[in-house]
């Protein structure tokens, strides 16, 4: 019953391997945000996720990155041929309808080599 | 998706009220303002959100004028676990599912003792 909750919490990986972040949002919210932090930066979305609808992929930067929502709970974002400039923290949040408020996750932080 | 601007940085010392405006000129009818709080190497946390007028909560108190095209989020007495970056986000937030939330560069808030 806690809150989202992201895997790995930290990831160093070489340019060029592929990775998988996973989010588990709180049950029972059906929207889903994934965005990205580079260090002492804002918030850059990346993609959103509601129910069974087509998601909202602007932001995604690259074709490299993808994210797919399985059975409309855990999320995985993934990330091809990484480079450097990927290096960053990989935030999820998960929203409540009812109020509105986006609960997020502690974050993956991704150091590519 | 209304843009907001927030001053970059504030400082403040330990017992003083701060207070961190928000401009959103373009919000629309439907549109909530929210505030949220991130400490370093933590996702962001929801401090307090409001429509108009004044919203107090135990952890900081908002304005909004008539015209609701800026916003003041007010921290009392601030201690030195203030120190944060706080984020306004505005957008369509009650049983809004679709939509793509935006978040501006915050104002990072550095408390001294």
Redesign the interface.
């Known amino acids: 019953g806690a809150g989202v909750s992201q895997s790995p919490s930290n990831k160093v990986t070489e340019k060029g391997k592929d990775v998988e972040l996973r989010c588990d949002p709180i049950s029972g919210h059906t929207a889903l945000y994934w965005y990205r932090q580079s260090l002492g930066q804002g918030l850059e979305f990346l993609i959103y996720f509601q129910g069974n609808s087509a998601p909202d992929k602007s932001g995604l930067p690259s074709d490299r990155f993808s994210a797919e929502r399985t059975g409309g709970s855990v999320s995985t974002l993934t990330i091809q041929r990484t480079q450097q400039e990927d290096s960053a923290v990989y935030l999820c949040a998960s929203k409540d309808l009812n109020t509105g408020e986006l609960f997020f996750g502690e974050g993956s932080r991704l150091t590519v080599l | 998706l209304a843009k907001t601007t927030q001053p970059i940085s504030m400082d403040s010392y330990e017992g003083q009220e701060v207070n961190i405006t928000c401009s959103h000129n373009n919000i629309a009818t439907n549109d909530?303002i929210?505030w949220?709080q991130q400490f370093p190497?933590?996702?962001?946390?929801?401090i307090i959100?409001g429509y108009k007028t004044k919203v107090t909560n135990e952890v900081a108190s908002l304005f909004i004028p008539a015209d609701r095209k800026s916003s003041t989020l007010s921290l009392p007495r601030v201690s030195l676990s203030d120190t944060a970056v706080y984020?306004c986000l505005v957008a369509?937030?009650?049983?809004?599912?679709?939509?793509?939330?935006?978040?501006?560069?915050?104002t990072r808030v550095l408390v001294k003792p």
């Open positions: 909530y929210t949220y190497s933590q996702g962001p946390r929801f959100q984020y369509q937030m009650i049983k809004a599912a679709g939509n793509k939330l935006t978040f501006g560069g915050g």
